[in-house]
């Protein structure tokens, strides 16, 4: 018999550094997404830096597509909730924009300048905010600390209204963190201040699911085993829970390149966000 138990949470949880050639990114983001964002302002179908909330980072990018909207697609990016912004993932809306739905890229304050579940509610006033110009289904894609971000929106209780709510058809977490008790033995923890009473209120595997809920968990197969765990954790829970859930495990893809699938209109990751 062979036991497990993690002695370096930090290495558990470590992304770039366990990757060949992980220090590209995020810096491979930075070209696709500013080229992305200038073909669709030139086109006039970009709406960039909408105010959703009173911070400074209270901003979001709305992409649209040619034509009325079939709907909206939300993406919630991802670093640990203490790194990045919107302007890395313009170009992951090219999935979206060719089946006809608009994508909404917010932006949120980062820790240690709030507290997780101050993002949380950032993040549900974006998606208020979005889902007022746009009309329509609701689909939420969120990656790593998105994929908790988005989770999140469909936990209970919601910090979405009951009529967001229900315009929701589907939420996709991409190699997300469900369980936030285990980011309490980082070094990042510093800056995240995670205590437990925050853990059991944020962490979405911790809590119930909205009724109704449609859940996604998509992790690379060459992640971190954290990553995997974590991926299979909440879909395991929900499904008892009354959620209707899937769990994808895609071949051959990391931390980083997960989200490339977003930008082919015919990768299983974007129709798979957007099937009925």
């Given amino acids: 018999m062979l036991g497990y138990r993690i002695t370096d949470w930090d290495d558990a949880y470590e992304n770039g550094g366990n990757i060949p050639g992980g220090t590209r990114w995020p810096a491979a983001w930075v070209e696709p997404a500013q080229q992305m964002r200038t073909a669709l302002a ?28 079939r709907g909206l697609v939300v993406y919630v990016h991802g670093g640990f909730w ?12 090219t999935g979206a924009l060719a089946h006809g739905y608009a994508v909404a890229v917010p932006s949120y304050t980062l820790c240690p300048a709030i507290r997780i579940g101050g993002i949380v509610r950032e993040i549900a006033a974006a998606i208020e905010t979005a889902a007022g110009l746009v009309a329509g289904e609701l689909r939420l894609i969120g990656h790593s ?28 977490s991409l190699s997300g963190l469900h369980d936030l008790r ?22 979405p595997a911790l809590l119930r699911p909205v009724e109704g809920t449609r859940l996604t968990c998509w992790v690379g197969a060459m992640e971190r085993a954290e990553f995997l765990r974590q991926n299979a954790l909440l879909a395991n829970i929900w499904t008892g829970l009354g959620a209707t859930t899937t769990t994808v495990v895609e ?26």
């Fill in 42 to 69: 030139a086109d006039g179908r970009a709406r960039l830096d909408l105010a959703y909330g009173a911070g400074e980072r209270n901003r979001l990018d709305l992409f649209l597509p040619e034509g009325t909207p």
């Fill in 82 to 93: 203490l790194r990045l912004d919107k302007s890395f993932w313009s170009h992951l809306a």
């Fill in 145 to 172: 600390a998105g994929g908790q971000l988005v989770s999140r929106m469909v936990s209970q209780p919601s910090p979405l209204s009951a009529e967001t709510l229900a315009r929701i058809r589907h939420v996709l």
């Fill in 182 to 203: 285990p980011l309490m033995h980082t070094a990042m923890n510093e800056r995240l201040h995670i205590d437990e009473a925050e853990a059991i209120a944020e962490s």
């Fill in 251 to 276: 071949p051959n893809r990391h931390h980083f390149d997960i989200v490339d699938g977003l930008a082919d209109p015919e990768h299983p990751l974007i129709r798979t966000l957007l099937s009925p």
